[in-house]
């Protein structure tokens, strides 16, 4: 169906407005500029900012210059989510476009993983796929393919090339018409006030009587306080990339459209804004 | 029965917020930071025009009082 696509390329072309701003305590030859980008929602942020290391080292030594990292009001940013999931859980009520600091000394290593290098990413980009597709087919699909179709799908991020991700994605999003959805739909459900990283369990897209499992369904189980009571003021915001879909969205088809390129749903739970 | 009809109201709700999304975060700062861009890298030409102009004139300077030192 034609609009299905179009929300899955709405998804796929989602941009966060992004001011880069050099860390105050480095030390500098000259003043460093902002620098401003469109960052890709659905990649990373290691993926997607060598202009932005670039921009910077122009006025600094190489000898004051460690890995780069990024932080948001005190909270270093984890490159190994995606950046629509850092933005919604941490700025999504902000002023935009969104302040990014640039850190070129003191990583906290005890916050953030390292990443050397772009393969490092890939690694962590196909062990999510993987893990999805042992939810959803028992691996079934990833294990059928080739190197090279792994390849396609990590090329089609890395250069941001929607025909070509989609080309191998959708025999990840296949399923037997008469299971009516995946084995186990791949969620996450993050929290900003919380020391697990995210909830992540077992849930079907349908239920034992044969009914299809919505939004709502998901919610009652993993988090009932995401859902307000009757009467009650909602006290929490319930975003995906960006929007907040309705509770009785069916959850497979949430699951095949609004899922990021890593195939899992990426689900944060923030406090409603409250002036 | 038009084909409009049969969208649900879930979905349409998704098609909409994330046309509004992208209306928001998106449409409004594409051309300012483009011209933004550009700016930055005039202004980086710039300062490398300069400091090779300082180069130069320095290497000139030099080539005169080595001449007239001789």
Request: charged fraction near 25%; proline fraction near 6%; aromatic fraction near 12%.
């Amino acid at each position: 169906m034609a609009d299905d696509k179009d929300v899955l390329r709405d998804v796929w072309y989602g941009r966060i407005p992004t001011c880069f701003t050099l860390n105050q305590d480095e030390v500098t030859e000259r003043e460093a500029e902002p620098y401003y980008l469109l960052l890709p929602r659905v990649s990373y942020l290691t993926l997607v900012t060598d202009k932005v290391k670039k921009h910077f080292l122009k006025v600094m030594k190489a000898e004051d210059v460690e890995e780069m990292w990024f932080e948001y009001e005190g909270t270093p940013l984890k490159w190994h989510y995606p950046i629509g999931v850092l933005f919604d859980l941490h700025a999504s009520n902000t002023i935009l476009p969104w302040s990014i600091t640039v850190h070129f000394k003191n990583f906290p290593d005890r916050d953030l993983l390292h990443c050397p290098s772009n393969s490092v990413i890939e690694a962590h980009f196909m062990s999510s796929i993987k893990e999805a597709d042992a939810l959803k087919h028992k691996s079934q699909v990833v294990n059928d393919m080739q190197k090279k179709d792994h390849k396609q799908l990590w090329m089609g991020l890395q250069n941001d090339k929607f025909d070509q991700f989609w080309a191998m994605n959708r025999k990840l999003m296949e399923y037997p018409t008469e299971e009516g959805g995946f084995r186990y739909i791949p969620f996450r459900i993050y929290q900003t006030m919380s020391d697990r990283p995210f909830i992540q369990k077992l849930f079907r897209p349908v239920s034992p009587e044969g009914s299809a499992h919505t939004l709502g369904d998901l919610l009652k189980e993993m988090y009932p306080a995401a859902i307000p009571n009757e009467g009650e003021q909602k006290r929490y915001q319930v975003v995906i990339h960006g929007i907040e879909p309705l509770l009785e969205t069916p959850l497979q088809w949430l699951s095949e459209h609004l899922s990021h390129p890593d195939n899992f749903l990426h689900i944060c739970v923030i406090p409603t804004p409250t002036d | 029965m038009s084909s409009g009809a049969k969208i649900m109201v879930w979905k349409r709700h998704i098609s909409e917020q994330l046309k509004l999304r992208d209306r928001v975060q998106r449409q409004p700062f594409e051309e300012i930071f483009h011209q933004y861009n550009r700016l930055l890298e005039k202004s980086d030409l710039q300062a490398v025009l300069s400091e090779r102009y300082q180069a130069d004139k320095y290497e000139v300077q030099r080539g005169h009082e080595a001449s007239s030192g001789s």
